[in-house]
């Protein structure tokens, strides 16, 4: 199986070194420029092309780990060339153009598998199972925080451009929305409020959102570009009619990093969270798509629960804009 | 100072006994209850006296007392009280309508005594520190304030507390209100809006009132 990555961010390294991990081949590596891609691609004994279109001649699977914004062009393409495809989340910019996505890979029967890798950290996979185990009973409320510092790229941050990323509820708090929704199930509403609504100029984000699901669980979505690097925790708690699941991990993570140098230097652009102990989650998610793509045999997350989860991002941003309670229509690509 | 207790519908009225007990400068002249059974025994139990009934102890000479009744009782008590010139100390919330909250303050703004709501978590030495170091300016500006209260069902100390008539409702009218009386006392100024959800689904078949809340 010959694999093409397009972006060799932070997210772009992290799959590379997880395909590596299987048997794949990487082929091939796309990003802005040629020379930017040439170090990741010398490490990795991978061919640098010069734009996207000719990389797709030569490969039978496309990674895309470029930012939000342009995910849907390369989708688009690829599913027009036949590709299967891996897509970083969120799965693009736009509930529109996400379901435009869904769609072009159904109709070119192309496998769309989208980076929600939170389903693949061990302790939220083990919570998952508990649940759907009965271990807690009905799950009636669920907390979710996850908290780092701000993306801080030292040229084109688009991160912070709400055009491009989608802020913290679209970039961040995916992960929980997404995470909420496959544990407790269809969400009915959401209402959300972010920092940088009222401070743009703040130096920090956080986000907080309240959802209502279809069968009445309510969850609580804690998000946070305020801490000091290299900080990123998270924390769950789903309580059920007969019991509740906590993790916290600050109390499981073996080293605490606390470190005195400037915000530059001594930690990536963009903080990822890490299981020190297991095999890297982001790992375990490309060798579960490596399954997927080579047997069909379904991934843990499907491409329509990656527009489900654009759905609800895009929801949370109307409703910190317009200050009210947002409602999810039932998406015939979810629901059918 | 001489301090009475009406009423030991909430559980705390034994544990107010106790504390006022271990303040020197305080006396306690007694109780009243109108379950005459429950008050008699506690009474007989922390050996004090019980009065026939609120009025009773109310013109015994207090200066002030303790009213530990369900939520949606207390204001003719207060308003009692207040009467009587005698100033409060009254269990939270201090009322289950927004009405009846103002009434009572109204009354004792009045009356001219003093009333006051049991938060003791402006008591909690953690939580007076984090408020010395927000005034001190620790922190800088305050954008986000992320807190949940959460506890057991509480019918086992009290059947009321879980009767909408009586509490006011559930998880938030018994909970909820710490967490807004901490936000108002932290952050020096007034809640403008809120946005609210509840369901039922904890203990669904015991009780009918919200048992979830965020």
């Known amino acids: 199986m010959r694999i093409g990555i397009a972006g060799v961010g932070f997210m772009g390294i992290t799959h590379s070194h997880a395909w590596s991990e299987t048997s794949a081949q990487i082929t091939g590596m796309v990003a802005a420029s040629v020379e930017e891609a040439k170090p990741l691609a010398f490490q990795y004994d991978a061919r640098v092309y010069p734009d996207f279109t000719t990389m797709l001649k030569d490969i039978d699977v496309v990674d895309i780990c470029t930012p939000t914004h342009l995910h849907y062009e390369m989708v688009m393409e690829a599913a027009a060339q036949g590709k299967d495809i891996v897509c970083e989340k969120p799965l693009a910019r736009t509930v529109e153009q996400a379901s435009e996505m869904v769609a072009a890979c159904r109709d070119a029967s192309v496998q769309l598998l989208v980076g929600h890798v939170v389903r693949y950290f061990p302790e939220y996979a083990l919570a998952k199972t508990s649940v759907e185990d009965g271990q807690i009973g009905r799950p009636g409320v669920l907390r979710l925080s996850r908290g780092s510092y701000r993306p801080k790229k030292t040229v084109g941050n688009w991160f912070l451009d709400e055009e491009k990323s989608g802020g913290i509820l679209m970039d961040l708090m995916i992960h929980d929305f997404d995470y909420a929704r496959w544990v407790a199930g269809e969400v009915e509403s959401v209402f959300a409020k972010i920092v940088s609504t009222g401070h743009p100029d703040a130096s920090i984000d956080y986000g907080l959102a309240i959802l209502r699901h279809r069968n009445g669980a309510l969850s609580h979505i804690a998000g946070a570009w305020a801490y000091p690097p290299p900080t990123f925790r998270t924390h769950i708690e789903i309580a059920g009619d007969a019991g509740l699941i906590e993790f916290d991990s600050d109390a499981s993570a073996p080293i605490q990093n606390l470190l005195l140098k400037s915000d530059r230097g001594n930690s990536p652009d963009v903080a990822l969270p890490s299981s020190p102990l297991s095999e890297s989650p982001y790992t375990t998610q490309i060798k579960e798509f490596y399954t997927t793509l080579q047997t069909r045999k379904p991934a843990r997350v499907s491409a329509e629960d990656g527009l489900a989860a654009v759905q609800i991002s895009q929801a949370a941003i109307h409703s910190a804009k317009t200050n009210k309670a947002v409602g999810i229509d039932p998406l015939p690509e979810v629901w059918s | ?214």
């Open chain 2, 1 to 214: 100072m001489k301090v009475g207790i009406m009423s030991f519908a909430h559980h705390h009225g034994e544990a107010y006994i106790q504390s006022l007990r271990a303040a020197p400068e305080v006396e306690l002249i007694g109780v009243a209850d109108e379950d005459k059974d429950r008050g008699q025994r506690i009474a007989h139990q922390y050996e004090t006296h019980f009065f026939q009934n609120y009025e009773e102890l109310i013109t015994a000479g207090l200066e002030g007392v303790i009213i530990c009744s369900e939520n949606n009782k207390h204001r003719p008590l207060v308003e009692l009280a207040a009467d009587a010139g005698v100033s409060i100390l009254c269990e939270k919330p201090i009322a289950t309508t927004f009405e009846d909250a103002r009434a009572i303050v109204d009354n004792c703004d009045q009356a001219g005594v003093l009333l006051m709501t049991a938060f003791p978590m402006r008591f909690s030495t953690p939580l007076v520190e984090v408020k010395n170091r927000l005034d001190a300016g620790d922190f800088g500006d305050i954008y986000c304030f992320n807190a949940s209260n959460q506890g057991e069902l509480p019918n086992k100390y009290r059947e009321w507390f879980v009767e909408k008539t009586l509490a006011g409702g559930g998880a938030v009218m018994d909970h909820t209100v710490h967490l807004v009386d901490i936000m108002r006392w932290y952050l020096g100024y007034e809640v403008t809006e809120i946005y609210a959800q509840t369901n039922h689904i904890f203990h669904a078949d015991e009780v009918d009132v919200e048992t979830g809340s965020l």
